[in-house]
């Protein structure tokens, strides 16, 4: 994931499914292949099998990838952050093949309902009469798996059973996503027992604290949601004044910049100039998106504009924080944004990797 975004509102889309529809837009997410349930078991996509007594990490997240892909459902889900934050939005999603669709209400916050179908994004805006149209690659599932997982994953994190609970009424397994490093979150999930949809999640720092929970409060599945009837909403924008915001895909090397020390488990794996709100030069703001799975860190970098930017600071939303910061080289400054669901420690190392190569 990220489901908000940017955040408390939002925060519920951002986590959906859980972890969907960021508002800060990163890039890039294919199908992960279901697991297949036993020989002995076999079971329809409505009715799934029973998860395996022992699985690793990737098998894990493979399954809960697939459930958030192949279920449809209602649902209300909120989200909270340890300081108190609270936010929640009630959800309508839809599969037909390999067609997916949400509705995602803003139940807090600023009135707000958002579409996806596939990878095109409509956001209506009520109080301003504004709908904002844009294409997403990267939607922020949780699992958010970058198509089917390889066994790096589990270089990076481990899984086990804790325990069973039950969620809106479901029972569902407890897993334990450990980080192995502490340049990432750890996760508790519970997984709903047959389907393996993510039903509630939790977020964990180093010491094991909560940092930031979101769950359905009230869940139907395979719900009578209707494809065509979410589709004519999407399109109904009369009274609207209808903003259009598109992504030129490009690389960090053509854009002179590049990352002189990886940060250990995370790739590159989108990058683009992109409009952003309030930039002076928005064809020359640039958003290079990084993941190692799950946990996605965006670098937004533009030139240095020094009646906008003076303050570097360090902000925190629940599991989401941001950096700013002012980047020189002997052609001029930069301002540089990183966000991400990561530690704190995690944007530092790349921000203090960044190097201009022109």
Request: aromatic letters at 8%; charged letters at 20%; a positive charge.
């Amino acid at each position: 994931m990220t489901f908000m975004s940017p955040r408390s509102a939002c925060r519920a889309v951002c986590v959906l499914a859980v972890l969907f529809l960021w508002q800060a837009a990163f890039a890039q997410t294919r199908v992960a292949s279901p697991v297949a349930p036993p020989a002995d078991k076999a079971a329809s996509p409505t009715q799934s099998a029973d998860p395996p007594p022992s699985m690793g990490v990737v098998e894990w997240l493979q399954r809960m990838h697939a459930a958030s892909r192949q279920r449809s459902y209602i649902g209300t889900f909120v989200v909270s952050a340890a300081v108190g934050n609270l936010s929640s939005a009630r959800i309508w999603h839809v599969c037909e093949g390999d067609q997916q669709m949400e509705r995602i209400e803003a139940l807090s916050g600023a009135p707000r309902t958002t579409f996806r179908r596939n990878d095109r994004v409509m956001t209506f805006l009520p109080e301003s009469r504004v709908a904002r149209s844009e294409r997403r690659e990267n939607l922020e599932l949780f699992p958010n798996l970058l198509g089917a997982p390889d066994s790096t994953l589990a270089d990076l994190y481990s899984a086990r059973v804790t325990g069973r609970d039950r969620v809106a009424g479901f029972d569902a397994d407890v897993v334990q996503l450990v980080p192995r490093d502490s340049l990432r979150f750890g996760y508790r999930v519970w997984s709903e027992r047959r389907s393996g949809l993510v039903v509630k999640l939790q977020t964990l720092d180093g010491e094991g604290n909560v940092v930031e929970q979101s769950a359905f409060s009230e869940l139907q599945l395979d719900a009578p949601v209707k494809m065509h009837a979410l589709s004519q909403m999407m399109a109904s924008t009369a009274g609207y004044k209808v903003e259009k915001s598109e992504l030129q895909r490009t690389t960090a090397q053509s854009e002179g910049w590049t990352l002189k020390t990886p940060v250990a488990g995370f790739k590159p794996i989108s990058c683009y100039r992109r409009a952003m709100g309030g930039s002076a030069n928005p064809e020359n703001t640039l958003q290079w998106t990084f993941s190692d799975g799950l946990a996605s860190v965006s670098l937004f970098l533009e030139p240095y504009d020094a009646q906008r930017r003076s303050q570097e600071v360090v902000l925190t939303l629940g599991a989401t924080y941001t950096l700013t910061r002012r980047l020189s080289d002997k052609d001029g400054d930069w301002w540089l944004t990183a966000v991400g669901e990561v530690p704190p420690q995690t944007l530092e190392a790349f921000a203090q990797g960044l190097a201009r190569t022109r």
